[in-house]
Each structure stands twice: as structure tokens, then as C-alpha cells.
């Protein structure tokens, strides 16, 4: 299985930058730590780092000065980038075929990413293994309980 963990004050974070304009999509970085568990993947994320960039309705772009920013702030806090978020604005959240392109373009395999749909209070993730194939996560809070957004 594969497993997301959130920290409340991360969860709070990531809503409140999807709500800079809830009609448009935004994006951020997931840091924390990767771990293992014989064949259990579990992503804590207790950071994340975010700009006050939109893209349009339907699109937000990862552009380089916004990953140099990322870079620098990961090696401020000394954390994993562990991938990206961004959020779907007035749609559901799904993770297109776009989203798996950019996910394996800016992390290659050992990544995450998330969609965020403000307007549903919908969260999906999804990671993407060694040998590059993607799965789907199950979202938790840190203590193993089902996390509500």
C-alpha cells in the first residue's frame, strides 16, 4: 500500500493557498520523509513551501525561478522535496494525464503529487514507484486515521 500523512498544520496551509483564488489553479511543494515498510510506501508531509502564483482555470505550471525557490527553501529547512500540489480550482480533483507527465518530468520516480479541489473539498495523491509506475495513495493523518479535507 501506498500512504500520505499530513499534519494538520500542513492540511490548513495547503487549503489556505488554494483560497488565494479559488477560481484559478495554484501550486506548491510537498517536503518531508520517504519511508518503507516491507511493501508499505508511506510520504510524511510536514512542510510545505508555496509562492503567490496562479495559473488559469485549468492550468498551473511549475516554472523554473518557482523550483529554484523550492530548492533553496529545502536546503533552509533541511527536509526531502518530496513532490508538488496544486489545486483544480472549480473542478474535481483529478489527476490527468498532465499531472502524471509533470509528476515524472520534475521527480523521475520516488515522487508524489497531489490535486486540490478547493470548490469540492476533494484531495487525491498519487506516487510514483522505482520502476515508474504510479499509485494511488491513501491520505492519513500522522496518528494512521482517515484524513477529511
Same mark, same amino acid.
Given at each position: ?21 479559488? &477560481? ?5 511543494? =510537498? ?21 503567490? =502564483?496562479?495559473?488559469?482555470? $485549468? ?10 525557490? $523550492? ?21 474535481? $480533483? ?8 509533470? =509528476? ?5 520516480? &520516488? ?39
Amino acid at each position: 500500500m501506498y500512504y500520505l500523512r499530513f499534519t494538520e498544520e500542513v492540511k490548513k496551509k495547503l487549503i489556505k493557498h488554494t483560497f488565494i483564488n479559488p &477560481n484559478l489553479e495554484c501550486g506548491g511543494f =510537498l517536503y518531508g520523509k520517504l519511508k518503507r515498510h516491507g511493501l508499505d510506501v508511506i510520504c510524511d508531509v510536514d512542510d510545505i513551501y508555496y509562492e503567490n =502564483l496562479t495559473g488559469d482555470e $485549468a492550468n498551473f505550471r511549475f516554472r523554473g525561478f518557482y523550483v529554484c525557490h $523550492a530548492l533553496e527553501y529545502q536546503i533552509l529547512v533541511n527536509k526531502d522535496l518530496l513532490g508538488t500540489y496544486h489545486s483544480h480550482g472549480q473542478y474535481p $480533483a483529478v489527476l490527468s494525464d498532465v499531472d502524471h507527465d509533470e =509528476l515524472q518530468q520534475r521527480f523521475g520516480k &520516488n515522487g508524489i503529487t497531489v490535486v486540490y479541489s478547493p470548490k469540492y473539498s476533494q484531495l487525491v495523491s498519487e506516487f510514483l514507484d522505482r520502476d515508474g509506475v504510479s499509485h494511488r495513495m491513501k491520505i492519513l493523518s500522522p496518528e494512521n486515521k482517515k484524513f477529511n479535507f
